[in-house]
C-alpha cells in the first residue's frame, strides 16, 4: 500500500516535489553557464539548488537523465510560445510570423543561460545536440503550417519544409550569435531580421 503523502504546511506533496524539480532545472542552468556541461554533477547541482541528493533522485535517475530533461523541458516552452503568439495575432502572414519568431528569439535571449544552454552548450553533448536539431525542426515545421494556413493550401509543397528549416537554421544561428555576444543588434532588430529571413524563405516556395 503506497504511504498517504500528506500537505506540509499547507502545501500539498507534489506541489512540493515539482518546485524543488523547478529549482533543480534553474540550478543546472546555472551550474552549466559557470562551468559548462562538463561540471555537472549532483552534488553540485544540489548545493546550487539548497537540495539533498534524495530530492535530485526523486526527479532524476542521473545526470545525462537531468540534462535531457532539462532541455526538452526548454525546447518545449520555447516551440509552445512560439505556437501561442502566432495563434493569438491576427490573420496577417507577417503579423503572425513576426509574432512566432519574436516568442522564440526572446524566450532566450532574455535568459542567456537559457539561450546558451539550448543553442550552444548543446553542441557539446551528442544527446542534447540531436535535440538541437530537433529543436530546429520543430520550428520549421510551425512555420510552413502557418504559411499554409495562411495561403489555404491544404497539401504541403515539397520544398516548403526544405526552405522552413533553412530560415529556422539561419534565425537559431543568428540567436547563437546574439546570446554569445558576437552581434551587436537590438532584440527588437533581430526580430524583424529574423522575420524578413523567414517570409523570404517561405515566399520562395509560395506566393
Known sequence: MTPERRPWRGIPADE???????RLVEATLDVVEAKGLAGIT???VCASAGLTSRHFYE????TNHLLISVYE????EGITSAAEGIHTTG???RSQVRAGVQAGITSMANDVRRGRFLLVHATAHPELNRRR???IAD????????AMEAYGISEEPPALAAATRYAVGGVIELTTAYVEGDLTASISDLV???????????GTIVK
Open 16 to 22: 512540493r516535489q515539482a518546485e524543488r524539480r523547478r
Open 42 to 44: 549532483v552534488r553540485g
Open 59 to 62: 526527479s532524476f535517475r542521473d
Open 73 to 76: 523541458e526548454l525546447a518545449e
Open 91 to 93: 490573420d496577417d502572414l
Open 133 to 135: 536539431r530537433q529543436l
Open 139 to 146: 520550428g520549421a515545421d510551425l512555420f510552413a503550417k502557418t
Open 192 to 202: 524583424e531580421l529574423a522575420t524578413d529571413i523567414t517570409l523570404g524563405a517561405i
